[in-house]
């Protein structure tokens, strides 16, 4: 007996199971990285801020306090998004990882579309101010920042960008009440929801956060 | 061994050095602690949200002071309470728990640490904002000093949430905790405010409230009498006990070394507990003063409600306009704007002598509505002295030099001849006419001031009438007003005392 024919046999005794096809380990390779970023936890921390977003629209609030409370629980599901992107595997994985890029964006993709369906979910038969729509803008402008403070600080802190965003847009819409309004489209939560400056700069900043992250991803030191 | 080898190490001696182990353990924290990045972050919220608001403000320390506040402490409410999640979970992402565990210090020393030097940069980040927001405010405002009981109710607050973040991700060491942490702190505190309903709420415990809640800025308060340092001092008490029963409440799991300080961390945490729940019970029995202020009777010193001393700041007219000195880049355009009329009711019988600003009288009302005014009536005293409030002395929008004039001379110019004139609320068709041609001989619109614009010294919307044009009224007022000046005060100095009591019909007008 070969030294390889050895470890085929150990491998049997083992019950290892047949080497998969493509599909399968394409398969495996989603769940595990859908697993080492923790995915799984970010969309139930996305699911919390949707369910606290439907308890807290059963309350009663001001205007100003209406229109504010979206916001909050959207900055949430951004920064949970944005902590994803964290890698607990580091360099060994840059270098190996062909389809690292792909993976990177399918899941922010797959997370800011579930956060925005959630979000928006939790409005319905509630008074949403500014709407899905709204929501879609809002969400995807704040992920955008946290995927691009994600490759600056790192995934770890990369949180700070959308809950910074989240006091500066807060502070915007009391400027609606109490002026100068501030009325620039980068802030864009302060903005109408069919605002369409408003919606280009989310985009604007969703795109280059999600490209940067695709390409380069975040960084981060091994081990946090 | 040989001549060349190296000598062997020896081992060297631990030497006492010049800081003590907790200060080396602190020292440590300080140069790796995560709030160091955050600070850049929290000084451009402050920059953002706060320091550009007050300086469109005013140069008063009642409007900057309490404005600082609020806003410094949401500027710096996520930075301060997620970096501290992200400290305090470090052992748990790090998995390094079991290898510090066997460490010397015990586990609350080396937490503790960790702790106080978040809590140290967070409020080095801040006195830095502080020192700067009111450095600026120092060089312009005219009259007044630091009001810093806004400034230690912030710097309490930074303790409480640094230790409520640290305490989060000691709890549960997540990568998630410092997000949803640092959320969760700005939405209890922004949002808790909606609960607020009037002065004696207990929701006033929170730290962003200086003053009764949803009046905006208040320009009236602490300028005639003291700021009230009753609120700020049961936030402190409260924001002192919450921070000793959180990082009490940390030493309670125990663990290697620490398992001694189960009682003494019990005792702190209940003690800090107590603390906590008296201060919000103190917040509750708060009322609204009649100066603007919540007082609080458990805490109150009667000395405050004596008012401030100062040396009010005067026009070189012959009717001096004298307003308080910390208003006192007002005066010019206050001046010239009741010149018109204070020139024509000058020297006739009960006219004023002298403008001079008053204090605002604040009562609350429904909810948190708060009605604000003047107490008593406009003019007073012996000689006659006319009480002015200026429009900046009320909630609303911050008005320019200008927009202020402009108010003042719509708003106050025919209270003053209205006053001279008589006839209150009710004038007779004569009083009627004499009003109107003093205003239009002044220069003043005879419809009065617009709706929103409330009239110092009345009701909001209430102006003194004008005879409506085409009358009888508004034809004698207009003759009145064409006839010179000296013919004017020649008549009213002959026939005041008779026209102020209504016995002057409007056909003798001449």
């Known amino acids: 007996m070969t030294a390889d024919g050895v470890s085929e046999a150990a491998a049997a005794r083992a019950g290892d199971p047949p080497p998969a096809g493509p599909l399968t380990a394409g398969l495996r390779l989603v769940r595990l990285h859908a697993a080492s970023r923790r995915v799984p936890a970010a969309a139930m921390a996305i699911a919390a801020c949707a369910i606290g977003l439907r308890i807290a629209l059963a309350g009663s609030w001001d205007s100003y306090g209406a229109l504010q409370l979206p916001l909050v629980f959207e900055a949430g599901s951004a920064a949970a998004i944005a902590v994803i992107t964290a890698s607990p595997l580091g360099e060994p994985e840059r270098v190996t990882g062909r389809w690292l890029p792909f993976l990177r964006l399918a899941t922010v993709l797959v997370l800011t579309a579930a956060a925005a369906a959630a979000l928006a979910a939790a409005g319905a038969g509630a008074h949403l101010a500014g709407g899905a729509l709204d929501v879609l803008r809002n969400v995807a402008g704040m992920t955008g920042l946290g995927l691009l403070c994600a490759a600056v600080l790192g995934g770890g802190l990369a949180w700070a960008g959308p809950v910074g965003y989240l006091v500066a847009g807060a502070y915007a819409l009391y400027t609606q009440w109490h002026g100068p309004a501030l009325t620039t489209p980068w802030l864009w939560p302060a903005r109408p929801p069919h605002d369409l400056g408003a919606a280009i700069c989310a985009g604007l900043v969703f795109a280059a956060g999600l490209a940067v992250i695709t390409i380069r991803g975040a960084r981060d030191p091994v081990g946090e | ?510």
């Open chain 2, 1 to 510: 061994m040989t001549a060349g080898a190296p000598a062997a190490a020896r081992p060297v001696p631990a030497r006492p050095g010049r800081w003590p182990t907790a200060g080396r353990l602190l020292r440590l924290e300080l140069r790796n602690n995560a709030m160091l990045w955050m600070l850049p972050v929290a000084a451009a919220l402050f920059w953002f949200t706060t320091y550009r608001k007050a300086m469109a403000m005013p140069p008063l320390w009642n409007l900057r002071a309490p404005s600082m506040q609020t806003g410094a402490l949401l500027a710096f409410v996520f930075p301060v309470a997620g970096a501290a999640a992200w400290t305090g979970s470090r052992e748990g992402r790090r998995h390094t728990t079991d290898l510090v565990t066997i460490a010397a210090r015990p586990r609350w020393a080396r937490l503790l640490a960790a702790w106080a030097a978040t809590t140290c940069w967070a409020m080095a980040g801040y006195l830095g904002c502080v020192a700067v927001l009111y450095g600026v405010t120092a060089q312009q405002a005219t009259w007044g000093g630091p009001l810093w009981w806004p400034a230690v109710v912030t710097a309490a607050s930074l303790p409480a949430l640094s230790a409520l973040g640290f305490a989060a991700g000691t709890l549960v060491p997540s990568r998630f905790t410092p997000p949803l942490a640092a959320v969760g702190a700005f939405f209890v505190l922004a949002l808790s405010t909606e609960l607020i309903n009037g002065s004696q709420s207990y929701w006033q415990i929170s730290p962003l409230v200086t003053k009764p809640w949803d009046i905006g800025p208040d320009a009236g308060m602490a300028t005639f009498y003291p700021y009230l340092p009753d609120l700020p001092l049961a936030q402190v008490m409260f924001l002192a006990g919450l921070t000793v029963a959180v990082l009490g409440a940390l030493a309670l799991p125990g663990g290697p070394g620490g398992t001694w300080l189960r009682r003494p961390a019990a005792a702190i945490t209940v003690a800090g507990l107590l603390a906590a729940g008296t201060a919000v019970a103190l917040a509750g029995a708060g009322r609204l003063d009649a100066h603007g202020m919540i007082a609080i009777p458990a805490l109150h010193d009667a000395a405050s409600d004596r008012p401030l001393r100062y040396t009010p700041a005067c026009s070189h007219t012959r009717v001096p306009v004298c307003l308080n000195p910390a208003y006192a880049g007002y005066l010019p355009a206050t001046a010239a704007a009741l010149a018109p009329v204070l020139a024509e009711v000058a020297g006739l019988p009960g006219a004023p002598v002298r403008v001079s600003q008053a204090a605002a009288t604040y009562r609350q009302g429904v909810g948190n509505s708060v009605s604000i005014g003047l107490a008593g009536p406009d003019i007073s005293g012996r000689p006659p002295v006319f009480r002015l409030v200026l429009l900046d002395q009320l909630p609303g929008p911050t008005m320019t030099t200008s927009a202020l004039a402009a108010a003042l001379r719509s708003s106050a110019g025919p209270a003053i001849v209205a006053d001279v004139i008589g006839g209150g609320r009710s004038p007779s068709p004569a009083q009627r006419a004499v009003i109107a041609a003093l205003l239009i001989a002044a220069g003043q619109p005879v419809h009065g001031p617009s709706p929103s614009s409330p009239p110092a010294g009345r009701e909001p919307g209430m102006a003194p009438p004008v005879p409506a044009p085409g009358s009888p009224a508004y034809a004698a007022a207009r003759r009145f007003a064409a006839l010179p000046a000296s013919a004017r005060r020649a008549w009213l100095a002959r026939h005041l005392p008779a026209l102020r009591a209504g016995q002057i019909a409007l056909a003798r007008l001449p």
